[in-house]
């Protein structure tokens, strides 16, 4: 319950919409209960006693009271939507802020497919939460206290039958909230597996058709399937208990009421004066009774479904109450970025207490630059490159840039120095010009032709109707591998950042085009930092230095082309698989590079 609590914050700033709904809502109930005791005087006085214009008047009261209900319930029904979903708007919002600002840790830890069913199915089930609060959360208990007040005031004897229904029910809905709510829990994990498996799959057609794995993936989802509807199927099936449990308990209420109220006539009481029969004070208490039981039966409701929204609220505040463990320094140093990168003996390992991907790193980059990285796959060659811009932080030991350690830096600052180009080029859908524009969101258009023009990417885009307008579907796949790599490259270019990374960026196109890229790059107006991430010794050989990482994540070598192949064993198996080498090996080296095989 505390966890739901903690969300009503998100419905405080609509006051004026919530005391609206709480005075509709009290309306409703009064009509409900004024309706059956103007019934009293109409049967039990008016009609015995033949006084048809008493029954006129009270049916007349009674019709206006029915149309002020309905009025009462439209405005409450339209308040209580208005207040749930501008609310869940603002929960949702803060939510998705909330990722946004965890860290590559937060992310790996909480999993992407747990992260989207919080975003919108446990989101979900809060919405329903706020719609419900106003419209049945305090009109349960009201219905309740005003039955019992009406039904005692009716007739203390027929309350009798309180002491039988009303134990039945607390006792139904405490047996059902301790079976629902960890079924519930079970179900929002189940679904958070079930997301996994359907996101891996979008995310990865082409290996999945290449592999014809589709068999594999289909037995995968079935069985997760099957998990997610056997949980569900438990959570329901105490819902499915819920509804009869309390019909059977009303019905025995109903049946109690008639048998006492018959009971007690016999006995000579419920007679008015003229020996006939109180039937409206038996109506009447059967109507007040009636409420009351539908009053528990909401309230029973309630709790199994508020024990079902809590689960999702707990979840949800698990994430409002992460921890980014990659934090803005208190006093970040306002020093301008120029480029000099040192690695201090850094070491850093996925997960806690997991093995190291990198181990004892030291070498030191000058501003402006050109370095190439070079190693075996798995190597942690990308894993070294994200802790420039503090994608994660290190396990031990420190990055320095310009002397200053980078956890010293702004966020903002230190990541809008830093121009990172992925192997896996992430576009979004949207224009050519606003993918270019995550680099510079207030780029000018010469600007957009720059950068496009630096990537080889000015071809393809007046190739297009609308040119930097050209739609650009999500992930890109309306795109090639080197389309979607080129517009990744000029999302960063546009940055004019200090320090350029690029990590395997170059994979998806073709040597010719990767030179002119790298052509552009040395021609820039400005001299930036350049980490060049490769597979291929005839790319990272032009660079100032190469650096050569092996198997275990330490160094093998720091230096020329020519100065590793004398001692980095890692550099010459790298350079003898790639070129065949054996006798003249820096005349087929050349002819290779020259080639751009």
């Given at each position: 319950m505390?966890?739901?609590?903690?969300?009503?914050?998100?419905?405080?700033?609509?006051?004026?919409?919530?005391?609206?709904?709480?005075?509709?809502?009290?309306?409703?109930?009064?009509?409900?209960?004024?309706?059956?005791?103007?019934?009293?005087?109409?049967?039990?006085?008016?009609?015995?006693?033949?006084?048809?214009?008493?029954?006129?008047?009270?049916a007349l009261i009674m019709l206006g009271m029915a149309f002020l209900g309905i009025a009462s319930g439209v405005i409450n029904t339209y308040t209580s939507q208005y207040i749930s979903q501008y609310a869940t708007a603002s929960l949702r919002l803060d939510l998705f802020r909330k990722i946004q600002e965890l860290s590559f840790k937060n992310v790996d830890d909480f999993k992407a497919s747990r992260l989207i069913t919080n975003a919108t199915n446990d989101v979900l089930r809060v919405q329903m939460f706020f719609t419900m609060m106003l419209r049945i959360v305090i009109r349960a208990p009201?219905?309740?206290?005003?039955?019992?007040?009406?039904?005692?005031?009716?007739s203390f004897l027929l309350s009798q039958v309180f002491y039988i229904t009303m134990p039945l029910l607390v006792i139904a809905v405490i047996i059902i909230m301790i079976n629902a709510y960890p079924r519930f829990k079970k179900v929002q994990y189940a679904l958070d597996d079930l997301n996994n498996v359907v996101l891996e799959n979008a995310n990865s057609p082409q290996v999945v058709k290449s592999f014809v794995t589709q068999p594999h993936e289909n037995e995968r989802f079935e069985r997760t399937n099957e998990n997610y509807r056997q949980a569900n199927t438990g959570a329901e099936t105490v819902m499915a208990f819920a509804d009869p449990v309390i019909n059977f308990i009303f019905t025995v209420g109903v049946s109690l009421i008639l048998f006492f109220g018959?009971?007690?006539?016999?006995?000579?009481?419920?007679?008015?004066?003229?020996?006939?029969?109180?039937?409206?004070?038996?109506?009447?208490?059967?109507s007040y009774s009636q409420q009351i039981l539908v009053g528990l039966m909401m309230f029973a409701m309630i709790m199994i479904f508020l024990s079902r929204a809590n689960v999702s609220a707990a979840r949800i505040n698990e994430i409002f109450s992460a921890k980014i463990d990659l934090e803005n320094p208190k006093d970040p140093t306002d020093r301008t970025i120029q480029g000099e990168i040192v690695f201090d003996d850094v070491s850093f390992g996925y997960g806690n207490g997991g093995n190291q991907v990198i181990e004892d790193v030291n070498f030191t980059i000058a501003q402006g630059e050109k370095v190439g990285v070079i190693g075996s796959t798995g190597s942690g060659k990308s894993t070294l490159v994200n802790l420039i811009p503090r994608l994660y932080d290190t396990t031990r030991g420190r990055v320095l840039i310009d002397g200053v350690a980078v956890d010293n830096y702004d966020l903002k600052q230190l990541r809008d120095s830093v121009g990172f180009v992925t192997q896996n080029a992430t576009i979004f859908s949207g224009s050519i010009a606003t993918n270019i524009r995550q680099g510079k969101e207030d780029a000018g258009f010469s600007e957009l032709e720059e950068a496009s023009k630096q990537a080889l990417l000015n071809d393809f885009i007046h190739e297009q109707d609308e040119h930097y307008n050209h739609l650009v579907l999500s992930k890109g796949v309306n795109?090639?591998?080197?389309?979607?790599?080129?517009?990744?490259?000029?999302r960063a270019l546009i940055k004019r950042p200090p320090i350029l990374i690029f990590d395997d960026a170059t994979s998806a196109v073709d040597a010719e085009s990767e030179r002119?890229?790298?052509?552009?790059?040395?021609?820039?107006?400005?001299?930036?930092?350049?980490?060049?991430?490769?597979?291929?010794?005839?790319?990272?050989?032009?660079?100032?230095?190469?650096?050569?990482?092996?198997?275990?994540?330490?160094?093998?070598g720091v230096g020329t082309h020519d100065e590793l192949m004398k001692k980095s064993p890692v550099y010459q198996e790298i350079a003898a698989s790639q070129l065949d080498i054996g006798g003249g090996r820096s005349e087929r080296f050349e002819d290779s590079y020259q080639t751009g095989t």
């Open positions: 505390s966890h739901i609590l903690r969300l009503l914050r998100y419905a405080a700033p609509y006051k004026g919409y919530i005391w609206i709904s709480i005075a509709t809502m009290f309306v409703q109930v009064f009509v409900s209960f004024y309706i059956p005791f103007l019934m009293i005087d109409i049967i039990d006085v008016a009609l015995p006693e033949r006084a048809f214009d008493a029954v006129v008047n009270t009201l219905m309740i206290v005003m039955g019992l007040i009406l039904a005692l005031r009716t018959a009971y007690y006539m016999l006995q000579g009481e419920f007679i008015s004066p003229l020996g006939i029969p109180q039937v409206g004070v038996l109506m009447a208490f059967n795109l090639s591998g080197g389309q979607k790599q080129r517009l990744s490259i000029a002119s890229i790298l052509a552009h790059i040395d021609a820039l107006p400005y001299e930036p930092t350049l980490i060049l991430i490769s597979q291929k010794v005839a790319t990272v050989r032009r660079m100032d230095k190469i650096i050569v990482v092996n198997n275990d994540g330490r160094i093998d």
